[in-house]
């Protein structure tokens, strides 16, 4: 069964730093990989995807995906205090199901 | 935008009770989900649909059925609820392939005495 991890459990940062999240997974056949966002009181969003090794950007977020070493990462650039939330990696085995892991939750202080 | 609505928003039910929670949705996806999150475990994936009439176990099915009468609409019944079910359930719908988010509902915050 795919293990998901993610550290650390919580994260403060001071508003304008950079926030970096990490996510290591255990099933090596892994190909597609998702970060997902959740505000307090409401459903999960996708963030942002990423299936190849190496960097993606999107705006202010950056993910990083090392297949080989089983880990992909999530860094904020320029953070805000909108972006304090609890964050999920989740790795999808197959195109119909993901599996989460535990969160990050970030709290961005002014 | 995608619109994915749960009823009940807060439940509070008795152990031994029969409990179900709706999922519905308007975006035409085939796939839907069933997740409870619980703080320090995330969110785990408890029923999926690939389609009207079809239902799938996620990773923990024991203790709930699920129903998909049709595309739009998925349920997760509790036919006998205990306190361990306590916890906040998700439905979500996604479309197929790699590229396919899930879009997920409010939630549903429920509470077995």
């Known amino acids: 069964q795919q293990k998901v991890q993610q550290s650390p459990e919580s994260l403060i940062v001071p508003e304008g730093g950079m926030a970096s999240l990490n996510c290591t997974f255990s099933?090596?056949?892994?190909?597609y990989f998702w970060w997902y966002r959740q505000h307090s009181g409401e459903g999960p969003k996708a963030l942002m995807s990423i299936f190849s090794n190496g960097d993606k950007k999107e705006g202010r977020f950056t993910a990083h995906l090392n297949k080989a070493s089983l880990y992909v990462s999530l860094h904020i650039k320029d953070s805000q205090p909108s972006d304090s939330a609890l964050y999920f990696c989740a790795v999808m085995p197959n195109y119909n199901v993901l599996y989460f892991g535990s969160g990050t939750k970030l709290t961005v202080e002014p | 935008e995608a619109a994915v609505t749960q009823s009940p928003r807060n439940k509070v039910a008795v152990t031994g009770g029969k409990v179900t929670l709706s999922c519905n949705q308007t975006n035409n996806h085939n796939n839907m989900y069933w997740y409870r999150q619980d703080t320090g475990h995330g969110l785990r994936l408890i029923h999926y649909s690939y389609g009207a009439g079809s239902t799938e176990k996620g990773d923990i099915p024991d203790g709930y059925k699920a129903s998909r009468p049709s595309q739009e609409n998925f349920s997760l019944i509790l036919e006998l609820a205990t306190p361990s079910q306590t916890s906040v359930y998700f439905c979500a719908s996604g479309g197929q392939g790699r590229h396919a988010e899930q879009f997920f509902g409010p939630g549903t915050r429920l509470t077995v005495l």
């Open positions: 099933d090596r056949n892994s190909q």
